[in-house]
C-alpha cells in the first residue's frame, strides 16, 4: 500500500512596526531583558490594552495579498494558559472570527503551479522569552506585546519539499510587503507543521502530529522528512498515530513527543471584553488593496515582458524583492538586461552565498555605477568577461572600482595586434602537431591555440583578435 | 466648626477662600480616622505622613486640596494597592489610573485606599483580607460591598467623598446600606484604567458621596473619553451641576412590577413607596411597567461576571508580583505548576475561589455554548427590555437593594442569599446604563434605606436632576450615624 502526505503550515509572523501590539512599547531585537516594557505589555493589574492602528494596516496587506477575504469587523479573543512568559497568562489572539479567511498561494512544483488554500489570516500578540540557566529560570518580557500573525493553511501540502517552497513563496510575498523581516533564526518567523499520513487515494485525513521547534525553512523540511518516515513506519508496522505535539531536534534530527492531545490544553477562549469589536470599512479594505506593492508574480511577468528575461531568470530574480529591484535600477543605467541577469544569477549571487551576504546589502558592497562601469569596460574591450570574473570579487570585497583594479593587477586586455602576433608565434613553434591540425580544419585544434595564448597573456589578450590573428597567421 | 462634618461642596468653598489650607483639612480627616476608624475598619491602606507632605504640597486646581479616598481596587502610583487580597499583598503600582491623574490634576489629595470585598467579590465588605468594615449605622451589621469601604467612610464622614467601583451593585448597594449617594455611571462614561478588572465588560468607576451635588462634582472632574480604555466612549460630558433645574414635572418615571417581588422587606417596600409618591408630589408622571427578563438577570450576572472574572484574575500567580508561595517542594515534577498552585491556593479567598472555579467551568471547552454564550444572549434580552421602557420613560425608579443592612456574618455560610442582595442592581450592569442610590428612610431597625434611579445610556443628568428635586424637599441624606457624630 501507498502512503500519501498530508501536511499543513501554522506560521507566525512578526510583524516589522516600531511599537508593540496594544501598547507603545518600542520594538528593538537584542535590547538588555526587561527594558522595552510597559505596564500595560507588563500586564500589571488594572490596565488596559489599545489597538495599534499600524498592527491592522500591516496585516491586512498580508491578508490580501494572499488573497483572503478580510472579515467584516475586526474582534480580539483571549486565549488562556499558564505560563511565566505570558504575564496576564491568556493571549490576546483572534478565535472565531479571524481578521481573514479562505485565501490561497500559488506554488511551483515539478508538474507545474498548485494552489494550496490559505484557511485564515489572524492577529494576536506575541508572548515573551524564558532563559534557562543552570539553577534558574529567568524570564524576558521584551518580545511580550509583540504584533504577529499567525497565517494557517489548509492540508493541501503533500510533501516536504512543497511545504518548503511553499514557505520561501510565503516569505517572498510578505517581503515584498515590507512588513517583516521573516528571519526564522531571529524566530520574526516562526513554522509549526500538522502532517499524518492515508493510504493512497483515501479522502478521510489520518490522525495528525504537530511538530513544532524548527528554526529554518531546511530544519522545517528535515523534520517532516523524518516525521513521514516515521509515521510510515509505525503504520507499516501495524502501529497507530497519537495525536500528539512533536519537538524537532536539530541536532539529533529526530523528532520528538511534546505532549498528548489528553494533556492539550482548553483556552476558554473570550471576547475580549477591553477591546471593542469594530467594523473594518470596506472603503479601508479597497484602500489597503489599492495600496498594495506589485507582488513577485506580477513582478516575475512583468520582467519577461518588459526586459525579455526567460521564465527561469525572471522566476529567480522576482523572489526577492531587493534582487528585482537591484535588477531593475541596474537595467536603468545599461541596457542590455540579459547580460545583468546573468551576472547577477552567476557570480554575483554565488559571491554573496559563500560570503554570507544578504541581497539587501548587495547595493551597499556593490553600487549599481560600479557593476554597470564594469559591465561598459566589457563592451568596449577594455576587460574581457574572463578577466571581469577576476575583477568582480575583488570590486565586492574591497569596493574599489574597476578601472582601479585593472590598473592595479595590470589586467587591461591587450588589444595591441603586434604584442599579440608575436605571442601567437610563440605558440606555434611550441605546437607544430596541433598547427597541422588546424591547418587541416579541426576546430578544436583552433580554440587550442587561442586557449595557449590565453594563457600565455593571463587571460588579457582580445580572444576574437587573438581567433582572428591566429587563423590569418595560418592562413585557414 | 467641625470640618469633617461638612460636604464636599462646603469644603471646596472654604478651601477656595482660604478659610482653611489643605493641611487642615487633611489634619481634621486623618483625627477623625484615627478616632473612628478602629471600630469601622474602612481603609486598607493609610499614610498618615504621606497624606500631610502632599496636602503641603498641594494647590490649585477646581479641588484645591479636597481629600478623597478610593477604594482598594485604584491605581495609586506608588501606593499599596491590593483589591483587599492577600494574592496583592505589598504591590504597589507604578502608575496611576486615569481618574486619579484626573483628580489630581485638579488638586484632589487621596486620603488612601478603602476596604472592600476582595477583588470587589461580595456584597457585605466581609470577603476583605483586612477584615470586614462596619456599618457606621450599627457597627453589628455589614455595610454592603464590595464598596463597602467606600460607602461606611462617607457615612461616617472620615471621607467627604469616595470612589468605588460597581460591576454588580457594588457602589450602589453600600451606598443604600449606609445611606449615602452613590453612582454608577453609563459603562464607557469613565475610564476603567487603572481600575484592577473584576469583570471587564461591566466594571464602572463612580462616586460615593452625602448628596447629589457632590456626585455631580465628582462626575464632572472624572467622566471623559480616555485613549487608554478602549471602553470609554468619545462623547461630549455635560457640566452635570447644571443638571440641578428642581423642575422635575412632566418626567415620566416607570416602575417595574417585577422589583416589588415578595421577597422584598416590607419597611423598604413601604420607603420607596412613600419616595415615589414625593416624585408624584413634585409633578412626575408616575406609571407601572414591566422589565420581562428581570428574573434571569442574577443567573446571568453569576455566568458572565466569573467567567471574565476567571480571566482577569488569572494573572496573579506569584510570577511577577504580589504574594509567592513559601512552600515550595524541591524536586517537584512539576514545579511550576506547584507554584502555581499553591500561590493561588495561599493568596485568593473562599469566594474569590468559588468565582474563579465557576468562572473557569462557565468558560470550559464543552460548557460555553451552553453557559457564557447562553448567558451573553440574555444580556441582550435585558438591555432590550431597558432601551425598549426608554422608549416611553425617561428614568426608572426601584428600590436598590431587597433590605436594609444585615448582620455581619449573617449570610457568609449562604453565598446565593448573598448574590440575590444585588438582585434590584444587576440589570443595570448588565444593560450598561446608568444608576443611582439616594437614601430615601429608614428601616423600622434604624438602618437606612437606598432609591435606585435608572437611565438612559449617558443621560446621567436625568438622574441628577431628579435626585436633586428630591433631596430638595428631604433631610434623608443629611443624617449622620449617631456614633459618628
Given amino acids: 500500500m501507498q502512503y500519501e502526505t498530508v501536511i499543513g503550515l501554522e506560521v507566525h509572523v512578526q510583524l516589522d512596526i516600531n511599537t508593540k501590539a496594544f501598547c507603545g512599547c518600542s520594538i528593538e531585537f537584542g535590547k538588555p531583558a526587561n527594558t522595552q516594557v510597559c505596564p500595560i505589555c507588563l500586564g500589571l493589574p488594572g490596565v488596559l490594552p489599545v489597538l495599534n ?151 478521510t485525513l489520518g490522525t495528525k502530529a504537530e511538530v513544532k521547534n524548527m528554526n529554518s525553512f531546511k530544519g522545517v523540511r528535515d523534520a517532516l522528512n523524518y516525521e513521514i518516515i516515521r509515521q510510515e513506519k509505525t503504520l507499516r508496522e501495524g502501529g497507530t498515530i497519537i495525536q500528539e505535539t512533536r519537538l524537532w531536534n536539530e ?59 526567460s521564465d527561469y531568470d525572471a522566476g529567480i530574480l522576482s523572489a526577492d524583492k531587493q534582487l528585482a529591484i537591484y535588477f531593475e535600477d541596474a537595467a536603468q543605467n545599461y541596457k542590455q538586461p540579459k547580460i545583468i541577469c546573468n551576472w547577477l544569477m552567476s557570480d554575483i549571487m ?89 591547418k587541416s580544419g579541426k576546430d578544436k585544434a583552433l580554440m587550442f591555440l587561442v586557449g595557449q595564448v590565453m594563457k600565455k597573456t593571463r587571460g588579457k589578450a582580445n580572444p576574437r583578435m587573438v581567433n582572428s590573428l591566429i587563423k590569418k597567421k595560418l592562413e585557414v | 466648626m467641625e470640618l469633617t462634618a461638612l460636604t464636599a461642596h462646603k469644603l471646596l468653598k472654604l478651601l477656595s477662600e482660604n478659610e482653611v489650607s489643605p493641611e487642615e483639612v487633611a489634619s481634621a480627616y486623618l483625627k477623625r480616622i484615627e478616632a473612628v476608624d478602629k471600630k469601622l475598619n474602612s481603609f486598607a491602606h493609610i499614610d498618615p505622613d504621606e497624606v500631610l507632605k502632599k496636602a503641603k504640597k498641594i494647590k490649585g486646581g477646581k479641588l484645591k486640596g479636597l481629600p ?8 495609586v502610583k506608588g501606593q499599596l494597592t491590593t483589591c483587599s487580597s492577600k494574592i496583592l499583598k505589598g504591590f504597589r503600582p507604578p502608575y496611576n ?72 451593585g457594588s457602589i450602589r448597594q453600600p451606598a443604600s446600606l449606609c445611606g449615602v449617594v452613590g453612582l454608577k455611571p453609563t459603562y464607557g462614561r469613565v475610564s476603567r484604567y487603572g481600575l484592577i478588572a473584576f469583570a471587564s465588560s461591566l466594571d464602572q468607576i463612580g462616586p460615593l458621596t452625602q448628596n447629589v ?33 428642581g423642575d422635575i414635572k412632566g418626567i415620566k418615571i416607570g416602575i417595574p ?75 517537584t515534577d512539576n514545579a511550576l505548576i506547584d507554584m502555581y498552585s499553591k500561590t493561588r491556593g495561599e493568596g485568593f479567598g473562599d469566594e474569590a475561589k468559588r468565582r474563579i472555579l465557576l468562572g473557569t467551568y462557565v468558560l470550559s471547552s464543552g460548557y460555553y455554548d451552553a453557559y457564557y454564550l447562553k448567558a451573553l444572549k440574555v444580556r441582550t434580552k435585558i438591555a432590550e427590555d431597558f432601551s425598549k421602557a426608554f422608549k416611553n420613560f425617561d428614568c426608572i425608579v426601584t428600590p436598590t437593594s431587597p433590605t436594609g443592612a444585615f448582620k455581619i456574618g449573617e449570610k457568609t455560610s449562604d453565598p446565593l442569599s448573598m448574590y440575590l442582595s444585588d438582585i434590584f442592581t444587576i440589570s443595570a450592569n448588565l444593560a450598561g446604563i446608568p444608576a ?25 443628568e436625568m438622574l441628577f436632576k431628579v435626585t436633586h428635586a428630591y433631596q430638595q424637599i428631604t433631610d434623608w441624606h443629611t443624617r449622620v450615624p449617631a456614633g459618628c457624630k
Fill in chain 1, 251 to 309: 541536532e539529533k534530527q529526530k523528532t520528538f513527543s511534546m505532549r498528548s492531545k489528553e494533556e492539550a490544553h482548553d483556552y476558554r477562549y473570550i471576547p475580549d471584553p477591553d477591546l471593542v469589536p469594530f467594523v473594518i470599512e470596506k472603503e479601508a479594505i479597497e484602500k489597503a488593496r489599492r495600496e498594495l506593492p506589485e507582488l513577485p508574480q506580477a513582478k516575475k511577468e512583468r520582467l519577461i515582458k518588459d526586459y525579455s528575461l
Fill in chain 2, 257 to 331: 412590577k417585577e422589583y416589588f417581588i415578595s421577597g422584598i422587606d416590607p419597611d423598604v417596600k413601604d420607603t420607596v413607596t412613600k419616595a415615589i409618591d414625593i416624585l408624584k408630589k413634585l409633578g412626575a408622571s408616575v406609571d407601572e411597567i414591566s422589565l420581562p427578563h428581570t428574573e434571569y438577570a442574577v443567573a446571568t450576572y453569576y455566568i458572565v461576571a466569573p467567567g471574565e472574572a476567571s480571566s482577569n484574575l488569572a494573572r496573579f500567580d506569584g510570577m511577577h508580583y504580589g504574594h509567592r508561595t513559601n512552600n515550595l517542594k524541591k524536586g
Fill in chain 1, 53 to 203: 492602528e499600524k498592527f491592522l494596516q500591516y496585516a491586512m496587506r498580508a491578508a490580501l495579498a494572499l488573497n483572503c477575504t478580510v472579515a467584516n469587523f475586526l474582534k480580539f479573543d483571549r486565549k488562556h494558559y499558564y505560563y511565566p512568559d505570558l504575564p496576564k497568562n491568556y493571549q490576546i489572539s483572534q478565535y472565531d472570527k479571524p481578521l481573514a479567511a479562505n485565501g490561497h498561494l500559488q506554488i511551483k512544483i515539478e508538474t507545474g503551479q498548485k494552489k494550496i488554500r490559505i484557511l485564515r489570516v489572524h492577529m494576536e500578540e506575541d508572548a515573551g522569552k524564558l532563559i534557562h540557566t543552570k539553577d534558574a529560570s529567568l524570564v524576558d518580557l521584551n518580545r511580550t506585546g509583540t504584533p504577529l500573525i499567525e497565517i494557517v493553511s489548509q492540508p493541501d501540502i503533500s510533501s516536504a519539499a512543497e511545504a518548503y517552497t511553499y514557505l520561501t513563496r510565503l516569505k517572498s510575498i510578505l517581503e515584498y510587503l515590507e512588513i517583516s523581516d521573516c528571519d526564522m533564526e531571529k524566530g520574526s518567523l516562526r513554522c509549526d507543521a500538522n502532517i499524518s499520513l492515508r493510504p493512497q487515494g483515501h479522502t
Fill in chain 2, 68 to 75: 478623597i479616598a478610593v477604594k482598594d481596587n485604584f491605581c
Fill in chain 2, 436 to 460: 443611582m442610590s439616594v437614601p430615601c428612610g429608614f428601616t423600622s431597625g434604624n438602618l437606612p434605606v437606598g432609591l435606585q434611579i435608572l437611565g438612559k445610556p449617558f443621560d446621567e
Fill in chain 1, 350 to 438: 554565488s559571491y554573496l552565498n559563500t560570503n554570507n551576504i544578504p541581497i539587501k546589502k548587495l547595493k551597499e558592497v556593490l553600487p549599481i555605477d560600479k557593476l554597470v562601469a564594469m559591465l561598459k569596460l566589457i563592451d568596449n574591450n577594455t576587460i574581457s568577461g574572463k578577466i571581469a570574473k577576476q575583477v568582480l570579487p575583488e570590486m565586492l570585497k574591497t569596493g574599489k572600482d574597476t578601472s582601479v583594479i585593472i590598473k592595479e593587477k595590470n589586467l587591461s586586455q591587450i588589444t595591441d595586434a603586434g604584442v599579440i602576433e608575436s605571442v601567437i608565434n610563440e605558440v606555434i613553434n611550441e605546437n607544430e602537431k596541433v598547427v597541422e591540425e588546424v
Fill in chain 2, 97 to 168: 489610573a486615569t481618574v486619579i491623574d484626573k483628580l489630581e490634576q485638579e488638586g484632589a489629595l487621596i486620603l488612601g485606599n478603602l476596604n472592600m470585598d476582595e477583588f470587589a467579590f461580595g456584597s457585605s465588605c466581609e470577603t476583605s483580607c483586612y477584615g470586614p468594615t462596619r456599618n457606621p449605622w450599627n457597627i453589628d451589621y455589614a455595610p454592603g460591598g464590595s464598596s463597602g469601604g467606600s460607602a461606611a467612610s462617607v457615612a461616617a464622614r472620615l471621607t467627604p467623598w469616595s470612589l468605588g467601583s460597581d460591576t454588580g
Fill in chain 2, 213 to 245: 451635588e457632590d456626585a455631580a462634582l465628582l462626575m464632572n472632574i472624572i467622566s471623559g473619553y480616555d485613549k487608554k480604555d478602549s471602553t470609554s466612549v468619545n462623547t461630549a460630558v455635560p457640566d452635570y451641576l447644571k443638571s440641578f433645574t
